[in-house]
């Protein structure tokens, strides 16, 4: 197993060479599942260094678009790894930031690991209003939709998409799942989701609950 701690600080200090050389090396000893996920998390842990030392002014916009790319690629090295092995689709995920919010790193990470879990994600991007979930879940039929944000302001947005899609007759239609910093049990609850998490690994398993 590699060092996990020195692939999360590498993370942290955004060094894409070494990073995507500890990747391939680990990918090459056809690790299981399980150690695959403990990678992914580790990962995590080095965007959170990042989204730390951003806070602190040590980082700048520039660099979270970067470990955005960073950990897209890392994840993309490890689906090998990570999936069931089989190409076929276990269902469908409506996912976007709402509206109001611009932050995608989160959402990005929870796409990337649901696509190497099997799902087909429809990515409607970020700033995304009520009716355009609305009309992309009509067009798809998914079978969950996820809701991304990271601004306090965005858990009023989860709730008016929520709102929006029972009005459409949509709701009962698909499971709703939001994330991010702010979302808590409480707000899961007023917003009418049926889950919530602010860990991207535990968002896909749940989403894999339901389509068992």
Not at 160 to 177: C, P, W
Request: aromatic share 6%; with cysteine; charged share 20%.
């Amino acid at each position: 197993m590699i060092d996990l701690k020195a692939l999360t600080a590498s993370v942290g200090e955004l060094d894409e060479e070494k990073v995507m050389e500890v990747l391939r090396g680990f990918v090459s000893t056809n690790p299981s599942e399980e150690d695959a996920q403990k990678v992914v998390a580790a990962c995590q842990s080095g965007m959170a260094i990042v989204g730390d030392l951003y806070e602190k002014g040590e980082y700048f916009v520039g660099d979270l678009i970067f470990a955005g790319e960073l950990l897209t690629s890392a994840i993309n090295t490890l689906k090998p790894v990570l999936g069931t092995g089989s190409s076929a689709s276990v269902g469908s995920i409506v996912l976007g930031t709402v509206a109001g919010d611009l932050h995608d790193i989160g959402k990005n990470i929870f796409k990337s690991m649901s696509e190497a879990a099997g799902f087909v994600v429809y990515d409607l991007g970020i700033d995304q209003p009520a009716g355009a979930f609305v009309e992309k879940v009509k067009e798809i039929n998914p079978v969950v939709v996820g809701m991304s944000g990271v601004l306090t302001l965005a858990l009023e947005a989860m709730k008016d998409t929520v709102d929006a899609l029972k009005e459409a007759g949509l709701r009962d239609s698909v499971k709703i799942i939001i994330g991010g910093n702010p979302v808590t049990k409480e707000a899961c609850e007023q917003i009418g989701a049926d889950a919530f998490t602010t860990n991207a690994a535990e968002g896909v398993k749940i989403c894999q609950g339901w389509v068992k």
